[in-house]
T-cell receptor, first 113, second 116 residues
């Protein structure tokens, strides 16, 4: 009965490869997010989707493409992986209001060699 | 401009004592939410406490309380009776925006060490 789940938990891959991270939430929330946490623990939003519609797209390279097949899923596909993409990627979800709490998935640690 | 500032990269506290983690924020939006999250060494982000910009009283959740001073734009987290398991990274966050999209901005975090 995990609220926000991500797969895989760990991902090790070579530079230049394409990879995907999946996220699912069973909280019935309208909004889902992807965050990147770098090696200094700084957490920055990448994308936000509301009811399958992209509403926030920060300055992220277009090698990163989110896809939301339905309200409960938000996947992140990364093309042509680079060393600098190594980080922990967190999925989160929340209801739609500014005052609503976000709930995070367990994170996916991506290592690009 | 930095929207969320946590000035303490690291803090030490003796077990069973109280500790205050500082957070200041900057926004011109009248409606916003302030949050604290805990990230233990295992990596997950755990929601601790929330304060709305219109809330009159300071939020409390068990041993956690949020010292909200709106005029000073500060939202400090107070942990009472620290436990060894409180050793973790703590993030202050602010959620603002409008129907075009709410964005949560995180501070750089404070690493708390609880000493036995």
């Amino acid at each position: 009965d995990t609220a926000v789940s991500q797969t895989p938990k760990y991902l090790v891959t070579q530079m230049g490869n394409d990879k995907s991270i999946k996220c699912e939430q069973n909280l019935g929330h309208d909004t889902m997010y992807w965050y990147k946490q770098d090696s200094k623990k700084f957490l920055k939003i990448m994308f936000s989707y509301n009811n399958k519609e992209l509403i926030i797209n920060e300055t992220v390279p277009n090698r990163f493409s989110p896809k939301s097949p339905d309200k409960a899923h938000l996947n992140l596909h990364i093309n042509s992986l680079e060393l600098g993409d190594s980080a922990v990627y967190f999925c989160a979800s929340s209801p739609a209001r500014a005052t609503d709490t976000q709930y995070f998935g367990p994170g996916t640690r991506l290592t690009v060699l | 401009a930095q929207k969320i500032t946590q000035t303490q990269p690291g803090m030490f506290v003796q077990e069973k004592e109280a500790v205050t983690l500082d957070c200041t924020y900057d926004t011109s939006d009248p409606s916003y939410g302030l949050f604290w999250y805990k990230q233990p060494s295992s990596g997950e982000m755990i929601f601790l406490i929330y304060q709305g910009s219109y809330d009159q009283q300071n939020a409390t959740e068990g041993r956690y309380s949020l010292n909200f001073q709106k005029a000073r734009k500060s939202a400090n987290l107070v942990i009472s009776a620290s436990q060894l398991g409180d050793s973790a990274m703590y993030f202050c966050a602010m959620r603002e925006g409008n129907t075009g999209g709410f964005k949560t901005i995180f501070g750089a975090g404070t690493r708390l060490f609880v000493k036995a």
